[in-house]
């Protein structure tokens, strides 16, 4: 029994060696992904270190220019400076004074009804035998008007035609109150967007900017009489607007030598009686892909 218990035993000799190969070969295959998964990951870790740096870099350029903007503005816009070693990265900060916080205009304040004149006029086509109407309103600010009704009220006896709406506010038909016979009045109710008149160029110099808005009416051909009237209704205080505020765009960017880290831009109202700043909007915009 002795002697046959050896047999056995050494002919197991040398079947370790597959195992040990197995274990080789799947040490190999795991250990590549491995490594590359930690290189990854310190790689990743270090992008994020560096743009945090970054982004705390950029807001220190926005602190530093709402610090300005507040307690020593700059004389002239755009105003642009550099902020150096800030968490290691200079700073490129650049101060712009705008009429416009993303696509909100920001204008002067109050009431519009002096900035405006609203002027109604009729006369006879004889090629197309109808009477053209011609609504011009002139904005005498340098302001953005927005305009949220139209009225029109015509002489005796004349009466409107169904789609001869044009002009730069609309192309839809009115509604048609009263009767042709004593007067009728033609309301043209804008939604939202309401229609605008840009700001005037230099209304100090009597530079100003005019809207207009026709239509075609039926009439006796003869008429000689008044030409009726029209007004509109403005919106009572212009998107934004809230006391007599100037808004400033302010880019911050951090860079590390030319590469830029990461860019912040922030959109503010300044208050001209109090001084008062308020950040409107805030953006971040990361590094492009690969940087």
Same mark, same amino acid.
């Given at each position: 029994?002795?002697?046959?218990?050896?047999?056995?035993?050494?002919?197991?000799?040398?079947?370790?060696?597959?195992?040990?190969?197995?274990?080789?070969?799947?040490?190999?295959?795991?250990?590549?992904?491995?490594?590359?998964?930690?290189?990854?990951?310190?790689?990743?870790?270090?992008?994020?270190?560096?743009?945090?740096?970054?982004?705390?870099?950029?807001?220190?350029?926005?602190?530093?220019?709402?610090?300005?903007?507040?307690?020593?503005?700059?004389?002239?816009?755009?105003?642009?400076?550099?902020?150096?070693?800030?968490?290691?990265?200079?700073?490129?900060?650049?101060?712009?004074?705008?009429?416009?916080?993303?696509?909100?205009?920001?204008?002067?304040?109050?009431?519009?009804?002096?900035?405006?004149?609203?002027?109604?006029?009729?006369?006879?086509?004889?090629?197309?035998?109808?009477?053209?109407?011609?609504?011009?309103?002139?904005?005498?600010?340098?302001?953005?008007?927005?305009?949220?009704?139209?009225?029109?009220?015509?002489?005796?006896?004349?009466?409107?035609?169904?789609?001869?709406?044009?002009? $730069? !506010?609309? *192309?839809?038909? #009115?509604? =048609?109150? +009263?009767? %042709? &016979?004593?007067?009728?009045?033609?309301?043209? $109710? !804008?939604? *939202?967007?309401? #229609?605008? =008149?840009? +700001?005037? %160029? &230099?209304?100090?110099?009597?530079?100003?900017?005019?809207?207009?808005?026709?239509?075609?009416?039926?009439?006796?051909?003869?008429?000689?009489?008044?030409?009726?009237?029209?007004?509109?209704?403005?919106?009572?205080?212009?998107?934004?607007?809230?006391?007599?505020?100037?808004?400033?765009?302010?880019?911050?960017?951090?860079?590390?030598?030319?590469?830029?880290?990461?860019?912040?831009?922030?959109?503010?109202?300044?208050?001209?009686?109090?001084?008062?700043?308020?950040?409107?909007?805030?953006?971040?915009?990361?590094?492009?892909?690969?940087?």
């Amino acid at each position: 029994m002795k002697r046959r218990l050896s047999k056995v035993i050494k002919s197991e000799s040398g079947q370790a060696l597959p195992i040990v190969l197995v274990l080789l070969v799947l040490g190999g295959l795991t250990i590549a992904p491995c490594l590359s998964y930690a290189a990854t990951s310190l790689n990743s870790g270090g992008v994020i270190e560096k743009n945090i740096k970054g982004l705390y870099a950029a807001d220190t350029g926005i602190e530093d220019a709402l610090w300005r903007l507040k307690n020593n503005p700059p004389a002239s816009y755009p105003y642009s400076y550099e902020l150096a070693d800030v968490n290691g990265l200079s700073v490129i900060v650049l101060m712009e004074e705008v009429t416009t916080l993303y696509g909100i205009v920001i204008g002067s304040p109050g009431r519009h009804f002096d900035w405006l004149e609203v002027d109604g006029s009729m006369a006879y086509n004889e090629g197309l035998s109808v009477y053209v109407y011609t609504v011009t309103v002139t904005n005498k600010s340098n302001s953005t008007v927005k305009i949220s009704e139209l009225f029109a009220k015509l002489p005796p006896s004349f009466e409107y035609i169904a789609a001869s709406t044009g002009g $730069d !506010f609309t *192309t839809a038909d #009115p509604e =048609v109150q +009263g009767d %042709p &016979d004593t007067s009728i009045t033609l309301v043209w $109710d !804008f939604p *939202t967007p309401h #229609p605008s =008149v840009a +700001g005037a %160029p &230099d209304p100090e110099h009597g530079v100003y900017t005019t809207a207009s808005h026709t239509f075609q009416l039926n009439g006796p051909p003869d008429y000689s009489g008044d030409d009726g009237y029209a007004w509109v209704v403005a919106t009572d205080v212009d998107i934004g607007c809230v006391g007599e505020a100037n808004a400033f765009k302010i880019t911050s960017q951090a860079k590390d030598g030319d590469t830029t880290v990461i860019t912040v831009k922030a959109g503010v109202l300044r208050d001209n009686v109090t001084g008062e700043l308020l950040v409107s909007c805030w953006e971040i915009n990361p590094p492009p892909a690969g940087n």
